[in-house]
């Protein structure tokens, strides 16, 4: 019974309670006024009888028959009402006075006030002490929810309750291989034991987030058919010190029961943060969470056939007693797939997505560099609600273009009315970018343009199309992504003027300054500072590292980190200028068509460069800093 329940069985209870009260108080009031005497007695009634002033009398017994009231009318028509304790002496008086008396039945009992009133009290005071019992125990429920507090919140799925497969993992062929160890153990540990091997007890799963590694957990569970715990870190922190602590021993003793297992502890980070980082010394809740999972994973009590796998992204700010082996064996980085991977993760999402026969899953796969694989399957089901918004059973090429747009850069925007002047400058703003992509060798090429405001505050975008997967950067393509970004003020600066140059360039000027700044401090590109890191400590997430933290670089040294990143923009700026001035044919071309259609690809943009003669010796205009 919740507390409204009660709260409106107890109005009920009290009115039906006032009720029954009035209506005793109303009997008890009857029985009194009925049993109260009158002015009139037996004298008088004598009196009468003697003087024949009597013409009759009703005798009315209670009850008892015993008692009762007598009805005496006088001869002049007034009547009298005497109420006595022995009928049958009065009726000897009026009968010995001359006067034959009539004398009625004897009522039966009050059934109301005799059955009924005790039946409902008896009632109500049963239902009472069923109210109080409930209170009791929900009382008691309070109690053993207060004792419950330090469960473990794991939920455990057992062999049929989890489908998933490694089989149902696509893109990660590498990831997999490494994981089937620990299902052949889980399968036949004899195999491994008899030749003295150890299993690892605790694999750690990094990576970017989207990229599988929950998808992984779960695989490898389902593939051993063994009971499998889930948890998310931060379900073992509380406010209450102490909490943490117990739930991390009941989530392993319940493991211990339903041996050989998995434990997954997602999001680990939220629970093994390196110790020490926070004001709250030694006694932090955290820690104490984190000293209880140490001691579970690799102290001296024995976890024989429980396997702990957890994920993270965030794995530069564990505790390093947890990375160690004997806890966290190995460390598994769940990578974003490569295109022969994107292509298997496209596959999989499309199997009971319809397609129609323009759509090219090798394509899409091309052109989603860097996309996760929860960023595919995204961009898969974008692509189904809008093919059901248009009333078609499959999903076509333009359904997965527009997506891509709507996953990647916002959805477009074109019932936004725009002055025809903020239209032109958008689109020699994105002809410069797409100029660029189009003319540098590493960068390109145009997949599409457009002036289309986005959802994300974007007035236009330029999308180029990666032809491969790079591992690493050079510091050429560097350059070359720095002169790309600025092409759209260069544009606007040659068309409009200094004077007219809008804030639209504001994200592109912020993107080339940190690239700028990390080609010199972080991966020493600069011939003039050298091949040193300077790069200051600027990721500590912790209060107490950051209370800490001192300037590793000298004024002197800053300033000449400050100086070479102007150097290295500005030459960038001065050779894409170049390029662009070279191609401004291109640049009104490309504007004028941006304008009239709002939107071109790939075919349309390459068009406008027919029967240009490349430029000579593309290399000489890259900057060499």
Known sequence: MNNTSRRNFSSYFIIILFLIGIFVVLEMTRDRLGQQGTSYTIGQLETDLSANNVSGAVLSPDAQSTTGTVTVTLKGGEKKTLNVTNLTEIEHILRDGGVDPTVEAAPGDNSIMTYFVPILLGVVVIVLIFVMMNGNQAAQGAGNRMLNFGKSRARMANAEEN?????????????????????????SPAKFTKVGARIPKGILLEGAPGTGKTLLARAIAGEAGVPFFTISGSDFVEMFVGVGASRVRDLFADAKKNA????????????????GTGMGGGHDEREQTLNQMLVEMDGFGVNEGIIVLAATNRVDILDPAIMRPGRFDRKIAVARPDIGGREDILKVHARNKPLAEDVDLHQVAQTTAGFTGADLENLLNESAIRAAMNDRAFITED??????????????????????????????????HAILFHVLPDVGPVYTVSIIPTGLGAAGYTMPLPEKDEMFITRSRMLQDIMVTLGGRIAEELIFGDANITTGASSDIQKVTRAARNMVTRYGMSTRIGTIDYEEQGDDVFLGYDLGHRNRNSESVAGQIDAEVKRIIDLCYEKAREIIRRYEDILHSCSKLLIEKEKIGREEFEALFEGRDTLPDIAALLPNP
Do not use: M, N
Request: glycine letters at 6%; one cysteine or more; a negative charge.
């Open 399 to 432: 359904d997965v273009k527009k997506s891509f747009v709507q996953v990647g850069i916002g959805t477009e925007k074109k019932s936004r009315i725009i002055s025809d002047e903020e239209k032109r400058i958008t689109a020699y703003h994105e002809t410069g």
């Open 163 to 187: 489908p998933i497969k490694l089989s149902d993992v696509a893109g990660l062929k590498e990831e997999k291989e490494q994981l089937e160890e620990i299902v052949a153990f889980l399968k």
């Open 260 to 275: 050989p297992c998995i434990v997954f502890i997602d999001e680990i980070d939220a629970v093994a943060r390196r110790r």
